[in-house]
């Protein structure tokens, strides 16, 4: 994938006359959402990688995905990851500051903003979860305006997320079609948002209304989950990204490629040390989502073993950004984290998603302390959302990460900047060092 053009501190100025004569009535704000849409979907097909990557899961034989997961980055390494999230929030500006000064309907006027205001907090989550504080941009800027714009603090950012999410919550009606985000798509990041700042009670009470209004469930067979047609039906699924043969994901099948009866195809990645060794004897989700190729020569992707297009080395499947599943096991670990000791409702939560997978329910006995639960979540979300996208964020959530990196041993051997990843030296000669400062360790 390559590099997009227009970036938050790069962007054309208020008087741009062809952003002047566009947002002009309902259908061409209703135009510029669908280009949110499409700007997500290459958002998402990079991070969902980028997560397994950074974590320890998995990591690549190509170099970029390789650096990502040895922390072995070149000046300009993170750029495309930049990019793909920045360019997020000049739409979702322009929506914002434009959609008021024009007649539409008012629940079409509240669906445009709570989609913007969606797509902009999700941008700036992704940012401020990576890079850490980055700039604050909340309306369009004329060039001297962006050049001259400081990294914020992560805290300003999180506020900044936790309104946006706020907004889209209030905004969003509660049921849209498949592929449109909804209030409880909302709802579920504004909860990430506040777990990710370990505010466990805020995050509890958002997860339980998703939880209990939502109308998302769990599928009742796990296996079920996997199919093209399950995709569009299952009550699980809550947000996909939409793929189709004219709009594919070309570098997620590239790296991700399940090739069992593909012979001279393969994907890139590689499995980390101990993950397939990770999963409890009798889970099945284990030999349904990882393995080997039939002369054990390659690792594989057999969670996703559908919807590839091989004659044209694609995937045009949907690609999975919020399941129920995440939702429940996030719930229960926020209730137990706010608890501060393990609770028999947590237990209960997790218990769903592991009997599923054929494996014993766990009691109090099994996790006494609130150290062995953080255990427990932290292996049962591995299992159950592998090749999703969350790992580095689960373990970044719970102060986990480096040393569950660093437990691989090997080159894996980091301290707390691995926590981050460099601003793009490119973003940083724009403006300059004094301005906008690079991340401690790079």
């Not at 741009?16 to 499409?38: C, K, P, R, W």
């Not at 001259?148 to 889209?168: H, N, P």
């Not at 985000?181 to 909302?186: E, G, L, P, Y």
Request: hydrophobic letters at 40%; aromatic letters at 12%; a negative charge.
């Amino acid at each position: 994938m390559g590099a997009c053009s227009e970036e938050f501190l790069d962007l054309p100025p208020k008087s741009n006359g062809t952003v002047g004569q566009f947002y002009s009535n309902q259908a061409d704000f209703e135009t510029a959402v669908v280009g949110l849409y499409s700007e997500f979907k290459g958002a998402v097909i990079e991070l969902q990688m980028l997560e397994e990557y950074r974590g320890d899961n998995l990591t690549n034989i190509q170099y970029w995905y390789l650096e990502l997961a040895e922390n072995q980055f070149g000046p300009n390494t993170t750029s495309m990851f930049w990019d793909l999230y920045t360019e997020l929030i000049y739409p979702a500006n322009i929506i914002l500051e434009r959609v008021d000064q024009v007649d539409m309907d008012d629940a079409a006027r509240d669906r445009i903003k709570g989609q913007a205001y969606f797509f902009r907090g999700i941008a700036y989550y992704t940012l401020n979860l990576w890079f850490g504080g980055v700039p604050s941009v909340t309306e369009p800027l004329d060039v001297d305006e962006s050049y001259s714009l400081g990294r914020s603090t992560e805290a300003e950012i999180w506020a900044l997320v936790e309104s946006d999410f706020t907004q889209a919550v209030s905004l969003l009606d509660p049921s849209v079609e498949i592929g449109r985000v909804d209030k409880f798509d909302a709802e579920a990041y504004l909860a990430k948002a506040l777990m990710q700042q370990q505010k466990w009670g805020q995050a509890e009470t958002a997860l339980a209304d998703v939880f209990n209004n939502s109308g998302a469930a769990l599928e009742t067979n796990w296996n079920n989950l996997w199919t093209m047609d399950a995709e569009k039906s299952s009550q699980e699924y809550m947000l996909s990204v939409l793929l189709s043969p004219v709009a594919p994901a070309n570098n997620w099948a590239q790296q991700f490629l399940y090739m069992e009866n593909t012979p001279g195809l393969q994907g890139n990645f590689l499995y980390k040390p101990g993950y397939y060794e990770s999963f409890e004897a009798g889970d099945i989700r284990r030999d349904e989502t990882l393995g080997f190729t039939p002369n054990q020569l390659k690792e594989e992707n057999r969670k996703y073993d559908f919807g590839y297009d091989l004659n044209e080395f694609r995937f045009v499947g949907d690609l999975v950004v919020l399941r129920f599943a995440d939702v429940q096991l996030l719930y229960a670990e926020a209730i137990t984290m706010n608890a501060n000791s393990t609770q028999q409702q947590s237990l209960d939560l997790m218990n769903e998603t592991r009997n599923r997978a054929g494996l014993a329910s766990l009691t109090l006995a099994d996790v006494p302390t609130l150290d062995a639960f953080i255990t427990a979540i932290l292996a049962e979300r591995r299992a159950e959302l592998a090749f999703e996208g969350h790992r580095y964020s689960d373990l970044k959530r719970q102060d986990k990460l480096v040393e569950y990196v660093n437990a691989m041993g090997g080159v894996y051997n980091f301290d707390e900047t691995y926590n981050y990843v460099p601003v793009p030296l490119q973003e940083i000669d724009k403006v300059g060092s004094d301005i906008l400062k690079q991340n401690e360790g790079y």
